[in-house]
């Protein structure tokens, strides 16, 4: 059944259209490292811009100037295999902004000052052209929904109806099929027109180090926002779970006195895994801490803490699981999840500085797993390896710390405990205060 389009008097919006809604160091940068940094830092100084390449991710970024807060009602999809239509009602304004990625073919709606909170975990159905429906927020201020193509498809029209009568404002955007070089041609002519229609994002880095002399700690809570990341049978949530005990670390560490300490997110919100990574680059940091509580379907029996560190090849099929789950997750948040290519130059110079700095990342996980094995179960083998990307930060020493699994009701009971947070947090301080006390014991 071919959908009707609605007319109010409104004019529709073209997709195609230009208005388409379419190395600084720590100033306690390892004592030891100190003669290896005066031929470092001209490497750096060239390797730079590579660098950051090597970390930036090819998905859409942007940043959205501030707008007045409107929320969406309700969703809803009608229509077949031929032409298919997503309706979303809304309260208040708001200017979308739409592009397709391929592999696998999604199609994505940025939503500038948009919440979701009275749909809270409304399902919507998915129907003809559409394989899954996903939202939520996605950045301060921004929300987003993701759509699974079932086809190849072109976006036939996006048009804005003002609320009429006791109808409120419909957002209302009709897909039709394609081909597969059609469908490409959309991907490329959305992407263009999704640039030219948003700010791109400051890359500045800060100069966090010129303000203390203390060592810089970043503490990076898994997942957020529209990426949920695993959850329990019971239906506690991974996102809001490492968030807790992030917060709860974050502050046990300041206590200290010791450490200036950043989280890379404070909130519900969504930040893409080569984000991540400049955050802590941005913020000059000497140690990186990504915190995650998965899951394992085919392995509900496994509990208990595992660290992880950089490597190219996985350790085991568990770890080589993790790190796809990762990928699944930025997948399903919206994001191009294709490598970015670094040139032969810069693969070298990043290979260089990654050679120093993975023998501190392994010192700071023989500590890390010392430390907690006093504080809670860990996993068999517990210190792993694995090319997560979220760790590849060439400068900083970085390690993953999976908490448990909330595929284990054992587990999912003691991530849910205080008394065990406390615990555990306590440990993982001592680790950091023993980590950089044997940088400067070290020191020539």
């Not at 190395?23 to 390892?30: C, E, V």
């Not at 409120?168 to 027109?193: H, N, Y």
């Not at 400051?202 to 180090?209: C, F, P, S, T």
Request: charged residues 25%.
């Amino acid at each position: 059944m071919k959908a009707s389009t609605p007319t109010f008097g409104e004019q529709p919006f073209r997709p195609d259209a230009k208005t388409s809604l379419g190395l600084g160091q720590g100033a306690l940068r390892f004592l030891s490292m100190l003669k290896f940094s005066l031929c470092l830092t001209l490497l750096i100084g060239l390797m730079w811009p590579w660098s950051a390449a090597a970390t930036e991710d090819t998905t859409l970024e942007a940043s959205f100037e501030p707008v007045e807060e409107a929320t969406a009602l309700a969703a809803r999809i009608a229509g077949d295999e031929a032409r298919t239509r997503i309706v979303i009602d809304l309260a208040g304004d708001v200017v979308p902004s739409v592009y397709m990625l391929p592999e696998p073919n999604r199609l994505i709606l940025d939503l500038p000052g948009l919440s979701f909170e009275p749909m809270g975990d409304t399902q919507v159905e998915a129907r003809g052209l559409i394989s899954a429906f996903r939202y939520g927020p996605f950045a301060p201020g921004r929300g987003r929904i993701v759509v699974d193509l079932a086809d190849y498809v072109v976006i036939d029209e996006i048009l804005m109806l003002a609320a009429l009568d006791d109808q409120p404002t419909r957002l209302v955007l009709d897909l039709v099929r394609s081909d597969e070089e059609g469908f490409l041609a959309e991907v490329e002519r959305t992407r263009e027109s999704f640039l030219a229609s948003v700010e791109a994002p400051k890359e500045n880095r800060l100069d966090i180090a010129s303000t203390s002399g203390r060592p810089i700690v970043v503490i990076d809570p898994g997942h957020g926002g529209i990426d949920s990341g695993a959850v329990s049978r019971s239906g506690v949530l991974e996102k809001e779970v490492v968030l807790r005990f992030a917060r709860e670390f974050a502050a046990d560490l300041r206590a200290t006195g010791r450490f200036e300490v950043y989280m890379t997110r404070d909130d519900d919100v969504f930040i893409p895994l080569a984000g991540r990574v400049r955050f802590a680059q941005n913020h000059n940091a000497d140690l990186f801490i990504s915190v995650h509580a998965d899951s394992l379907v085919r392995h509900r029996d496994m509990r208990g803490a595992t660290v992880y560190t950089l490597s190219d090849r996985a350790s085991d099929e568990i770890a080589q699981q993790l790190v796809d789950n990762e990928r699944r997750s930025e997948m399903l948040a919206g994001m191009d999840v294709t490598e970015p290519a670094t040139s032969e130059v810069a693969d070298i110079l990043i290979d260089l500085t990654r050679r120093e700095t993975t023998r501190f990342s392994l010192a700071f996980a023989e500590d890390l797993v010392s430390e907690i094995t006093t504080a809670t179960r860990m996993v068999n083998n517990p210190h792993r390896s694995a090319g997560f990307r979220v760790l590849k930060a060439p400068e900083i020493p970085s390690v993953l710390l999976e908490l448990g699994f909330l595929s284990n009701e054992d587990d999912v009971r003691l991530l849910t405990d205080a008394a065990w947070r406390e615990r555990t947090i306590a440990s993982l301080s001592t680790a950091v205060e023993r980590f950089f006390e044997q940088r400067v014991a070290s020191a020539p």
